[in-house]
């Protein structure tokens, strides 16, 4: 078959279409990094360590272990999610401008990537007000920063308006287990979508504590979820997700040990509730436990800590996510991190088989 015959194939195209826009965003969120990189230093918005911990208690393990990191540029996050929105702004815009080939390349629908877009940019502000002000000491949460209650109902305002557009908009109301079929919910399903945008978002800043870290599990993570939705012919939202990879990718280049930046805020949390978001309209929530295992860890170790500390008033890990705990027994810092990307990597395949296999209709 010759090359022009190839792309006259509609599943060539798409594939031709998905890797062409991922690696434009790496390479277009390289180019622009040292303007980000620029910005950061000049206004000094750098992490400050914190020295206590949620519940308010001094945290002398965390901070003995981070206190080195004091001084690192936050925001790295804006990397991802800023390229994300100018290139489906300006692809959608060409296209309206000229059509032609520009169609094939936009990848913005009402349908498939308006929601998760709006999820990512609404959440990712949130991040970008928290993350300034905890490194200006702004604010009247403990050591700067958006107290956890607003950012909390920040969230659940963004995920209970995406659930009302699933449940009335989409007519979202069944929820697929893999293998054993669709289960109509009915309106649980609004509660069920504001619990999920609100999990994964959280989980991922929580998993945001080590060099590499969450970039590495997102970028597994938007892998496989771009696949699932590759398989289900939702090419916009594969090619949407494709893009956060190769955002992801240029972000893991200057975040992996010693990182010249740290995601912050705004990168953990409009990632985590935009990954929620995906495998909610791909119907395929209940891989996300699978594919996200390491945030499963991460998240159960910070409620058995917290919970643990307030009923018995001890802990059960010498700090707490679990990341912290394995670097207070002595791991290094690097393996803690290259061992989670391999376990990453392993339940995402895992993920992948469910997501696919169990799919049905």
Aim: net charge positive; hydrophobic share 55%.
């Amino acid at each position: 078959m010759e090359f022009a015959d190839i792309q006259s194939v509609p599943l060539y195209r798409n594939i031709i279409k998905i890797l062409s826009l991922s690696m434009l965003a790496f390479v277009f969120s390289m180019a622009w990094t040292p303007i980000l990189t620029h910005f950061l230093f000049k206004y000094g918005v750098k992490a400050k360590i914190k020295q206590k911990s949620v519940d308010g208690k001094k945290a002398p393990i965390f901070f003995s272990l981070h206190k080195e990191k004091a001084g690192t540029p936050l925001m790295g996050g804006l990397l991802v999610w800023v390229t994300v929105l100018i290139l489906a702004l300006f692809f959608k815009m060409m296209n309206n401008l000229f059509g032609g080939i520009w169609q094939e390349i936009d990848f913005l629908s009402r349908s498939q990537t308006w929601l998760p877009l709006f999820a990512l940019v609404t959440t990712g502000f949130l991040g970008v007000v928290d993350d300034i002000k905890s490194t200006k000491g702004w604010g009247s949460n403990k050591g700067g920063g958006v107290r956890f209650l607003y950012r909390f109902w920040w969230l659940f305002l963004v995920a209970l308006l995406g659930s009302l557009w699933f449940f009335y908009k989409l007519e979202f109301s069944t929820v697929h287990l893999p293998g054993l079929g669709d289960f109509q919910i009915g309106w649980w399903y609004i509660p069920f979508f504001i619990f999920i945008i609100l999990s994964t978002a959280i989980s991922s800043n929580e998993t945001d504590g080590l060099d590499g870290l969450n970039g590495g599990v997102l970028l597994t993570a938007f892998s496989v979820f771009g696949t699932i939705a590759f398989v289900q012919e939702r090419i916009d939202l594969a090619a949407f997700c494709a893009v956060i990879v190769g955002g992801l990718l240029a972000f893991l280049w200057f975040n992996v040990h010693p990182a010249r930046f740290f995601m912050g805020d705004t990168g953990a949390i409009s990632l985590g509730a935009v990954l929620g978001v995906i495998a909610l309209i791909t119907d395929s929530v209940f891989v996300l436990p699978i594919v996200c295992f390491i945030y499963l860890v991460e998240s159960t170790s910070v409620i058995i800590q917290l919970t643990s500390k307030r009923l018995f008033g001890k802990k059960v890990f010498l700090s707490a996510p679990f990341h912290h705990h394995l670097q207070a027994m002595g791991w290094p810092e690097s393996k803690i991190v290259m061992r989670m990307w391999i376990l990453s990597g392993v339940f995402g395949v895992v993920g992948l088989i469910f997501g696919i296999f169990g799919m049905g209709k």
